[in-house]
């Protein structure tokens, strides 16, 4: 059984900072490219950023570049959302998920294999 938990979500003023946390666990098991999406009431789901295992290769969102930075920790199998300059319009649920058949830098939700259960990031004006 392979799991993906997020933490570090919660309540924050804008222009203020916080940091995501997603741990694999489980079973052994690789994976080729983990995404961070996000999901705002009454919004379809969102790339926000991802990053390959090997190489280390990143990807942003538009939306986020300059303020979010992506990052592993290989030895704890974990990714990191650095979120700064948060924003109201960043307030959403966000997930963690693995593509895990075959590499691909994926943006679209269907592309997963696994996910996180979400972690609430609340941005207020």
């Known amino acids: 059984q392979v799991q993906l938990v997020e933490s570090g979500g919660g309540l924050v003023q804008a222009g203020g900072s916080l940091r995501l946390s997603c741990g694999v666990s489980?079973?052994?098991?690789?994976?080729?490219?983990m995404g961070w999406f996000r999901q705002a009431p009454g919004k379809e789901r969102e790339f926000v950023a991802g990053?390959?295992?090997?190489?280390?290769?990143?990807d942003y969102a538009d939306s986020v570049k300059g303020r979010f930075t992506i990052s592993r920790d290989n030895a704890k199998n974990t990714v990191y959302l650095q979120m700064n300059t948060l924003k109201p319009e960043d307030t959403a649920v966000y997930y963690c998920a693995v593509v895990a058949r075959s590499f691909q830098v994926a943006v679209t939700a269907s592309a997963y294999d696994y996910w996180g259960q979400g972690t609430q990031v609340t941005v207020s004006s």
């Open positions: 489980g079973r052994t098991f690789s994976w080729y490219y």
């Open positions: 990053i390959s295992w090997y190489g280390g290769r990143t």
